[in-house]
């Protein structure tokens, strides 16, 4: 059963996610009849993509699609991504709205697929440093079991979003001309030239970030195992785009670092780059603009006798946010999803 060429919607057409996504659509090829762009009011009537006009969420707007990439923020997913669903449309929402949602399957193609087959009309994408980490983790969950992780990440500013990009120019353009770093922006502290040991904020008595317990709870969801045990320190650092991780992986059964990489190299979604002498590991700027979820510094823990240490690297606004989607979209319509939902 296949209703394509679909209508698609494009919520949050004019940001970063959102410009990917459009990019990707055209450049994938999905099968679309019509794209339409939205965005917040302010930008109604702006072009986006290829000579397409923004509209604004209205419940006159928002008929007679047949899927909606959402990427505009959790407010607006919460009020809208509904409205979608219950006008026909299937949600693919990049937010943290629905996340944690149990009638939302929260999936990554390459890792949990099978979960679409139960949405409800709305998908949940998941965080972009959770996403990158589990296509790694798979393979290895798969052949080993995974006891435990202990997670550092080195999150880009565009995880926050174009204003923090701006932020980060201007901070490192004024201290490099002695005029001062002026305005911190989206963050507590200056970020040019210095690391943040808060990505995301602290809930009122919590003493990890939201980004960090996003980390523990979506890698549970999407892995199926709750008692694996996540230990996450989330940094920002001055990189516009790629984030990388130091992940540390204790495994219920023995797996030796050469057959994590052997196993990683057939896996999907994965590129390997791993001659750590010869100067070959993932890097931000190799991964920025690419596809793959990169992995290296592939070795086995000193400290444990049973676990393995990674590095993992990928574009958060391609595989960390828009790539995934639109890899749903692909998903759901080569399994005749798109149409069809659990009651
Ligand atoms: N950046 C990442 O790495 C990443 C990764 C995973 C998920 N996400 C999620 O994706 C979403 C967007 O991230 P981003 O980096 O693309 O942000 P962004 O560049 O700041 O773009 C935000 C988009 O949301 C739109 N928007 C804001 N308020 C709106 C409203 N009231 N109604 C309709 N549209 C509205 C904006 O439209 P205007 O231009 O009109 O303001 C813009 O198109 C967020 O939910 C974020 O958590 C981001």
């Known amino acids: 059963m296949s209703g394509a060429p679909y209508r698609v919607a494009v919520v949050g057409a ?59 923020g959790g407010a607006t997913s919460r009020a809208w991504s509904p409205r979608f669903a219950a006008a026909g449309a299937v949600v693919v929402d990049n937010s943290s709205a629905f996340r944690m949602d149990p009638d939302v399957p929260l999936v990554v193609s390459e890792v949990n697929p099978d979960d679409l087959a139960a949405h409800r009309g709305i998908v949940a994408n998941p965080n972009c440093s ?62 040019a030239f210095n690391a943040l040991p808060q990505a995301g904020s602290f809930a009122e008595g919590d ?48 797996l030796s670092a050469d057959d994590a990489r052997e196993l990683l190299r057939s896996a999907p979604g994965i590129v390997v780059l791993d001659d750590p002498a010869a100067g070959s590991y993932p890097m931000a700027i190799d991964a920025d603009g690419e596809d793959p979820v990169y992995v290296g510094r592939i070795r086995q823990d000193p400290g444990h006798p049973q676990a393995l240490s990674l590095w993992i690297v990928a574009d958060n606004l391609r595989k960390g946010a828009a790539l995934n989607a639109v890899q749903l979209a692909e998903v759901l319509h080569e399994r005749g999803l798109v149409g069809a939902r659990v009651a």
């Open 14 to 72: 004019t940001g970063q996610v959102g410009g990917v996504l459009l990019a990707l659509l055209a450049e994938r090829s999905f099968p679309v009849s019509e794209i339409v762009p939205f965005a917040s009011s302010r930008s109604a009537g702006r072009m986006v993509g290829e000579g397409l006009v923004v509209q604004p969420l209205t419940e006159e707007t928002i008929q007679g699609f047949d899927l909606a990439l959402f990427s505009a």
């Open 130 to 191: 959770t996403m990158q980490m589990v296509v790694a983790l798979r393979p290895i969950q798969l052949a080993a079991g995974i006891e435990r992780l202990v997670v550092t990440t080195f999150q880009a500013v565009s995880g926050t979003g174009k204003n923090a990009v701006d932020t980060l120019r201007a901070q490192a353009g004024g201290v490099l001309s002695g005029d001062g770093a002026g305005d911190a922006g989206p963050y507590a502290h200056q970020i």
């Open 207 to 254: 003493d990890h970030t939201d980004e960090e317990r996003k980390l523990i709870n979506e890698t549970k969801k999407i892995l199926g195992d709750d008692t694996i045990r996540v230990s996450p320190t989330c940094v920002r650092v001055p990189v516009v785009n790629g984030h990388s991780e130091s992940v540390t992986i204790e495994t219920r059964a023995p």
